[in-house]
Every structure is written in C-alpha cells, then in structure tokens.
C-alpha cells in the first residue's frame, strides 16, 4: 500500500471510544437503520471501528464511501478543463435517496486543508460549484435536519503536519489524535455520561437566549462593529437535538456552540475574521468585509482573497448570512491554543458566523415552515454554508432588544 | 493503517501498463464519460493509477466505490439477523442512473474468495440474494451491455495466500501479480498491439462457430456427458466487442472464451465441474449437476453444496444455462498450471457454462430484441450470473447441426 501507516500512534482504546460515542451520541444510530458513512480513505482504522459499533447498534448496512487525496489531486494533473464542470450526480442522487428513506449520516473529517492551494484557483471554483450544485439535494435533508447526522474527525497526517509543522509527523499525529480525542471527550473515564453533562450545559444558554428574545446581536472589536439582525421567530440551539426523524442526536462532534438563524436582509457594518478558514483545500485568512442591507457589498483577505470571492459569487445567497454562533474564549478547544485549520474544531473555539444556507431548525416550530416562510422571516438560502471565526478575547457582544435597549452577552470572549 | 503493504513485491511498471490497459483497450474510455469504479480496498494502488490513466483519456468524474473485507465481516460478527435480508439500493440505483446518463464501469477483481468460508452458510445467502435483488438494475445493464465496461483484476494478499499456500506472503503476492500482469498480456513489449492481435484470433474462431450455426453441442468426458441446446439466432462473441453506446471495449482482462447462448429449455444429461466454484467467499468443488428439459434436477458437491443449493434456489432461471463458452485447454492462463479460485482466470483456462442470465448481445441483432422475444429464442433469465468450469484435457465436444450431423469442435481440450 502506498497509505502513509501512522496508526501506531493512535491510542487505539480512545478510537474505539470515538466511534462507540459517534454511533451513541453522535448519531444515537436506530435499530434497523442504514448507515452512510464518508471518510478519508486514511480513516480506515475509524471507519472499520464505527462500523462494527454500528452493526452492533442494529444497522441494516453501512455503506462507506472513499475521498482519496491522491485521486482529487490526479484530476487536476491529469483531467480535461471540461472535467471541472462535472461531478457524480448519482453518487449525491442516491445518497439523497438513501436519507429518504431513512438512513442516518456520519461524516469522519480530516482531509488536508492545504490539498488544492497550489492549484489553479479557476479549476477549483468551478469544480466546487459543480459538486455544490450537484450534491444540493442530499444536502437539503441534513440541513433540514430530516435524519440524524453527525460529524466526527480522524487524524490523517497530512492535517496534523499542518497543524504542527515542526514536530515528526508520528508525534504530529500522535499530538492532533490527543486533541481530537480530548475535545470530542473521549478521554473521560464515562465519555457518554459526560456528554450528558455538555449537552445540559449548552442546553441552559440556549434557553436563557431564547428567553431574551433579542431582535440583534452587536459585535464590537479589533477591525469589528457589526449589527447582526436575527431572524423573526428565530430560535437558538445547541448540543443535542431532535432531527425530524424523532432521532436525539449530537449532529458535531466536537461542539461547543449555540447558534441560531440572523435576518438575511439586517447585518450592517464590517467584521474581522479571527482566524484562518480552510476551505475545500484553500486557506482563506484576514477576511474583511462589510455589509449592507444584509449583503457582503466588499470583501479583502490577506490569502485566499481569489477562492473567497469565488465562493461569494457562488449565488445570491453566498453574500448573506445563514448562522450567527457563541462560543466562549474559554472553550476547551480554544484554551488548547491549537489552530485546527478545520471548521469543526475552529468553529467550535470562537464566536462565528456562516455565510449561506440557513438552518430551518433554528426557527420556532421551523420543522413544519414553508421555505417561503422560512424566507419571510428573513431565513437565508444558498448552495453554500461556510462558517468563520469572528470571535477572540477582544471581542464583546450586546444583545439589542426589540425596544433598543441593551444587554451584554459576552465581555472579552466570555458569556457576561 | 491496518492494511497490509505487500505492495513492494507488485512490479510497479506492469501495474500502470495494467491500469493502461483497462482504459485504453478494456474500456475504451471515451472522452467525457463518467467512470464508476469498484475495488477492494487493498487495491488503491491499481485505482490511483487508473484514476490517472481515466482523466489522462478524458474522463468527466471517476468515482471509486471500495469494499472492505474486515467492514463485510464486522456485519457477520456484530450485524443482528434482520441486517442479512438487506442491501444498499440506493448505491445501486445511483450506479444505474450513472449508466443510464452514459458512464462507463470498472471493475477491479481480487477479493478473498475464502472471505465468508466460516459464515453462516443460511445468512450468507440471504445477503447474497439481498444483493441480488438490489442490484438488478445496474446489472442489467451491464448484462445487455448498454455501456462499456471491464473487470481486470488486482493480486490481493488474502487472495494471493490462497492461491500460493506454501509461500511466504510477499512471494505468493509477487507470483500471483506475475501471473495477473502474464494472463493480461502487460508482460509484452507492446500490451495494445498484442490486445489487437489477441483479438483478431477469437475474431476468427467466433466467426467460424457463426458459419456453423449448430443446433447443439455435445460434451463428453469424466462424469460429463452433456448436450448444450444453442438458443435460437444465437451468437457467438469473443474478445472485443461494441457495446450498445457504439463504444469497442474488452469486458473482461484477462479473456480466452469464444461464447453464446445456450436454450434455457433444451439442455439435457449430465455434467462434473473440473476446477473449484468460489462464490462470494465460499468454496463450492466437484459440482455434479443432472439437466432434465433445461432444467437442473439434481445438484451434488462434495464442498460447499448448501451453498450451491441456495444458489440454485434464487429463482428459476438460477437452475438454466445462461452461457455457454469454448476455451482451448492449452490456452496461457491453462498452461499456467495456477488455480486462481476466481472466475476471471479460471473460467478463461477452462470451456465453461454459466447459471442464470444470458446476454442479450449473443443473439444475432440482439440490441433490438425485447425481453419477451429473447425468452422466445431460448435465452435465459435470473438475477444471477454464475461461471463454472467443465472442460478439461479429457474432454470432446461436438458440434450438432440443426439436421443431426455432427462436427468434430474439440478433441482432448483442443479446436479440432
Ligand atoms: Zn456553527
Ligand atoms: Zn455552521
Ligand atoms: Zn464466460
Ligand atoms: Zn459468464
């Protein structure tokens, strides 16, 4: 095999534990459900792992499907300039059909976030649109929160020698594991009883904000003075939720966030990013934009600028916001100090913001809206949902009352 | 990774000229065709050079479904028994569609065919029949040959292992891939220009067996003594062949079988296999068979005869002929003296039939004939397809023409 074999430096045991936890409070995985379940074809170990955990759960059959870097990286050495504007519509096609029918999702993360930085930004554009587009379907049934889904990461090398540059790559590995393995609380002694405990922690702030009702958020920091309308009959969650399927489950693992819906045409004023974005193989850093009227009307950032506006002219909705995010500065994931160059972990150790698609469950009673409704409440949509870090220890945020008046959220990146 | 890395012991130039190979002489892979391809997951080295070899020729997408040997057991260690009676649709329903919008479909071969030996013989078949049913509609066309397709083949460890027992396993993997890269013709100086040539030789023996036109052949030999009703307006196909999309690619890497359509209602007597049956991971040897009207009434083997029994017992068509094919007994993969345990190889050292489904392509116009006019003719249906081998250096077979007068066809394993 020409797999680069650093799973000695894996703690099998912690392994294991993911994935009982991804099938048991990630997906909380039903008797007689399918399962489909994509990875990095270096996760093998993980996926050998939740599939028996599945299986043992009561699956009806686990389907995995492969991305290989090597073969991503064969089409832009070797493929035609017409290849950019296809993708496998029947691979998304089934899977839509799959979820239809009543199959759960689990997705293991960890693919280089630097694969397509040297490549053409053009080729990578369009093929990102082409796939966007082409698995739209498939997606509406997560972002809908149809099924139960969850998201869990693998520690492939060529992320964690990103991570951490300077160290040998087993000990890289070895070091992004632990991090993967501690932030996903698998290190705990009871992992299921203490994602319990997280999730009745982010239980309460959702309920305290949902009591408040705020008609917006004001964000004010370094580079940042933004008004961020929420959506009407928005609502705010986090940790553990209910898909419509019935199913209980913790869609990110790791999570620390509670998030809701902003209004799509009330985000005014300029925001800083605070940390990196990785998007599809592209770095995007030091993004700066400024809204109007809801809409991104200028965007720089210090790398990536090309990929970015790319991604913002995807469609209309690329320019509006679809999520508004609360983490506090002291999240565990934040207070490791390590930068993850992966939304998953990096969303999870800042306040952040996505541009695009909406979730229709952060609206009260959202699972019976129309998607005109959803619309009128000011709900964004888009083929794109990007989150980004906006948040850091200098930033604070008020919640801005349907009557003017003001309550602090944050100080200096904590819940005030 | 947990995947063994025998790869050292594959000559990592015949792999390309292999990957080559099934592109550009047992695909023919058109510029803009999408590109499904299967493996075992053992295999990655053969697909990321196929990846290459596919965008290198045009290729839109190719996208890589892997089976994972230890992920197929898990489902027998761990699955609950309401698991065995379902299979993934929806893959295989996005698998049709691909077809049905033009992709073309690889498939690499050198799974364990010892994989499920130790399985429930009763779970195993009801997965297999799960499958079955399942896949129907990509088969189909795949079977009349809507598009082009190809299966080569990859020298899998646990496959190498079987077939080279005294070995050790770095050894067996070397001979078997030798052997693969020999019977593939990727040990010449020039494999394109010994594929036309190799071509152009079964070219001759099917358009003599067309001239022919015999009503019958008769096969005799140890505990065989057998007479093969040909379907009405049947074919004979070997080698290259045109698909119904217009495209001439080779099915099958390697191939030595000139081959038609038996009449499903007129196969009489009694017929011993010669080489062992491996059925999706189990071994079925001495098959002995009785035909009444067509039809299997007796069925014997000294292994794996629950397993046949199952087989047998898939529908009706599952107890007809479907195929018929001439191999010489002195062919390469023959004169190799190797036993593979694998259909590919071995039906191709070996004159053959086939259980189940015929192919509509081996009726003279068959592209244009309806399933109720190739039922007429005598051709056979089911949702399997499955070669065992009947010739030998002992066997005669005969040709009998419509007016009762024989034709010698061959003599001790050999063209007459
Ligand atoms: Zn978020
Ligand atoms: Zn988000
Ligand atoms: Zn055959
Ligand atoms: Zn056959």
Chains 1, 2 share one sequence.
């Not at 379940?37 to 170990?45: I, Q």
């Not at 554009?125 to 990461?153: Q, T």
Request: glycine residues 8%.
């Amino acid at each position: 095999m020409t797999l680069p074999d650093f799973s000695a430096a894996i703690d099998p045991v912690k392994l294991d534990k993911l994935a009982e936890v991804a099938i048991r409070v990630g997906l909380q995985l039903q008797k007689g459900q399918d399962l489909v379940l994509t990875a990095p074809l270096v996760a093998v170990p993980l996926v050998r792992l939740i599939t028996a955990h599945a299986y043992k759960a009561g699956a009806s059959t686990v389907t995995t499907f492969y991305a290989d870097e090597e073969t991503t990286l064969a089409r832009y050495r070797h493929g035609h300039d017409e290849s950019f504007d296809r993708a496998p519509g029947w691979l998304y096609d089934g899977m839509a059909k799959a979820y239809e029918n009543g199959a759960a999702r689990l997705a293991i993360a960890g693919d280089n976030p630097m694969l397509l930085a040297e490549e053409d930004s053009a080729k990578v554009g369009r093929a990102n649109k082409a796939n966007s587009i082409a698995y739209k379907p498939a997606l509406e049934h997560i972002s809908n929160f149809d099924i139960n889904w969850n998201i869990c990461s693998y520690p492939n090398p060529s992320w964690a020698k990103l991570v951490f540059p300077d160290l040998p790559i087993e000990e890289a590995v070895r070091k992004l594991a632990d991090a993967i393995f501690a932030a996903s609380r698998v290190d705990r002694a009871d992992p299921i009883a203490a994602w319990a405990e997280h999730n009745a922690e982010l239980k309460k702030r959702s309920t305290w904000l949902n009591g408040e009702r705020f008609a917006a958020l004001h964000f004010t920091g370094p580079g940042t003075d933004l008004t961020v309308g929420l959506a009407d009959g928005h609502e705010w969650h986090g940790g553990a939720s209910t898909a419509k399927n019935g199913v209980t489950c913790n869609p990110n693992i790791p999570t620390e966030e509670v998030f809701t819906t902003p209004h799509a045409l009330k985000v005014e004023g300029h925001v800083s990013s605070t940390k990196p974005l990785s998007h599809q193989g592209t770095l995007i850093d030091n993004i700066q934009v400024r809204f109007e009227g809801g809409r991104i009307v200028e965007a720089k950032a210090s790398r990536g600028e090309a990929v970015l506006n790319k991604v913002l002219d995807t469609d209309e909705g690329a320019r509006r916001l679809g999520e508004v995010a609360l983490v506090p500065h002291s999240s565990p994931i934040s207070a490791s100090g390590v930068l993850f160059y992966n939304t998953l972990f990096d969303e999870n150790a800042s306040c952040h913001i996505a541009l695009g698609q909406c979730y229709s469950k952060c609206f009260l009673d959202g699972a019976s809206l129309s998607q005109d409704q959803i619309k009128a409440q000011g709900g964004n949509s888009s083929l794109i949902h990007i989150d980004w870090m906006i948040g850091s220890d200098k930033v604070d945020i008020d919640g801005i009352s349907a009557d003017g008046s003001k309550v602090p959220v944050m100080r200096k990146g904590e819940w005030a």
